[in-house]
């Protein structure tokens, strides 16, 4: 039996989070998705607090986390187990909700820090999810509405293959959506520029289907001319392998992170190992 889909929103109450629980909405009435609203609270207490009292204070932030909730779900959602609430760290939420019946994309928000330096602030819960979570994760820049997309940009490299049970699954539950698909990869100095291009042409013929475009951006202004493209491509989404150079090299994930997903406003979609 198939495994329905499952979203899980990670809301933190701050000034982005109504545009990420509606946009995780809309996606959910797209792919057919239960919803799961996720709050992690603080749990501090006082330190002279007995246990009586540190008790009353968690249950109480717990219950004030679950009516805002409740209030940011705006009826969307019909049962009470659609809200989390809990003292553990996210990927430990994650990993007590997982369940063999779901196939689960966690949502997360990205916002800009407040320095002159304009850049992606990506908090510590991000980068875990990022980097260790097994889930399709969909980070998105929270400040703006996020439209549906319409177009993916797949970050690929013969050394970091396409997790395809994710990346189809992705393409399969976005199918009325998705209009266009395009695989990029970024040559490096001193790759084998012939070998880069059969492997983009064989991922061309795999997923032919969707009729897809193939780049490679090398040189000097290779992250430019992708920054451009990226630009001037509307309703598109990132789509980039967890583990590979995109995301662990540090000079592509600056890039990655600040230039596509902030600056050109682009949500960026993560796929497992």
Known sequence: ?????????????????????????????????????????????????????????????????HSNLVKMAKGRVYSDDSFFVSQKTIMAILRDLKSDLYFDWVFTGLKEDAGKLKRLFMSSTTISIIDESDLLTVAVPAGIPVPVPTKLLVGVHPKYPLNKQQFERLLSALKEQIR??????????????????????????????????????????AFSL????????????????????????????????????????????????
């Open 1 to 65: 039996m198939e495994t329905r889909n499952r979203i899980i929103v990670l809301v933190e109450f701050s000034e982005y989070s109504e545009n990420l629980v509606n946009f995780a909405f809309r996606i959910s009435e797209i792919i057919n998705a239960k919803v799961v609203l996720v709050h992690k609270i603080t749990g501090i207490t006082p330190a002279m607090a007995d246990e009586g009292i540190r008790d009353e204070i968690i249950k109480s932030e717990s219950e004030e986390a």
């Open 180 to 221: 266009e698909l395009e695989f990029f990869t970024i040559l490096k100095q001193g790759e084998d520029e012939a070998k880069i291009n059969q492997y983009l042409s064989e991922v061309q013929e795999e997923y032919r289907v969707y009729d897809p475009v193939i780049r490679m951006y090398e040189g000097d202004d």
């Open 226 to 273: 992708l920054k451009n493209r990226v630009e001037q491509t509307e309703n598109s989404f990132l789509v980039l392998q967890q583990g590979s150079r995109s995301l662990s090299e540090q000079l592509f994930r600056k890039f990655m992170i600040n230039e596509l997903v902030y600056h050109a406003q682009t949500p960026l979609i993560v796929i497992s190992r």
